[in-house]
């Protein structure tokens, strides 16, 4: 079956610090690969997502390569803010239709001013 | 103007009681979904629901019954409250076959 496997957290940062949280994940077929942030008390939306391997996804600052040689797609910051600070999820879609998305267990990221 | 929302936002009842949660989404998408979160922040996807017909049930006990009027309503109600269904429940929807989805922000049931 499908899973994603995230590094543990909490990840505790400084600001204007290097992030990077590691995903990999195993999957038949060709999956999607996404990124998702939960800030507190909402629900999670997206952040970027890569479809095929090679592809690069970014988005405020964030970046995730989708490697298929290491089953990873690692999600990036070059620095970090304190608004930064959530919970982040690295997910995978193998099937079609309403199949919806395999989750990791998230790391929670904590950034200190 | 939210776009995929869910009442109540916290649910605070006895082990055995009965409850529903209502989602609605106004993006227009064809596809919608229960997700359970547990205390540890883990997701786990628990129905989803295309145009109205059930796409997957996952191993979930049957207590919890999904109903979906329309397109745009998909509501989860649960009977004879466990201890363990604590927990915060996501509604999400997208279009069919699309991996992006849109959540809503979610209802903490709390079962004493």
């Known amino acids: 079956g499908n899973s994603v496997t995230q590094m543990e957290g909490p990840v505790t940062l400084s600001e204007e610090a290097f992030l990077t949280i590691n995903c990999t994940y195993t999957a038949t077929g060709y999956p999607s690969l996404f990124w998702y942030v939960q800030y507190p008390g909402e629900g999670l939306q997206l952040l970027l997502k890569a479809t095929k391997a090679d592809d690069k996804g970014s988005n405020k600052g964030f970046e995730a390569t989708y490697r298929k040689e290491t089953t990873s797609f690692h999600l990036e910051k070059g620095s970090v803010q304190v608004s930064d600070s959530a919970v982040y999820f690295c997910?995978?879609?193998?099937?079609?239709?309403?199949?919806?998305?395999?989750f990791g267990k998230g790391t929670h990221l904590i950034i200190q001013p | 103007d939210t776009a995929v929302s869910q009442t109540p936002k916290y649910l605070v009842t006895q082990m055995g009681n009965d409850k529903s949660i209502k989602c609605e989404q106004n993006l227009g998408h064809d596809t919608m979904y229960w997700y359970k979160q547990d205390s540890k922040k883990f997701l786990k996807i628990m129905f989803s629901?295309?145009?109205?017909?059930l796409i997957i049930n996952e191993t979930v006990p049957n207590r919890f019954s999904p109903k979906s009027p329309d397109k745009a309503h998909l509501n989860l109600h649960i009977n004879s409250l466990e201890l363990g269904d604590s927990a915060v429940y996501f509604c999400?929807?997208?279009?069919w076959g699309s991996g992006e989805l849109f959540f809503g922000e979610g209802s903490r049931l709390t079962v004493l």
């Open positions: 629901y295309n145009n109205k017909e």
């Open positions: 997910a995978l879609r193998s099937g079609g239709g309403a199949d919806g998305l395999t």
């Open positions: 999400a929807s997208s279009h």
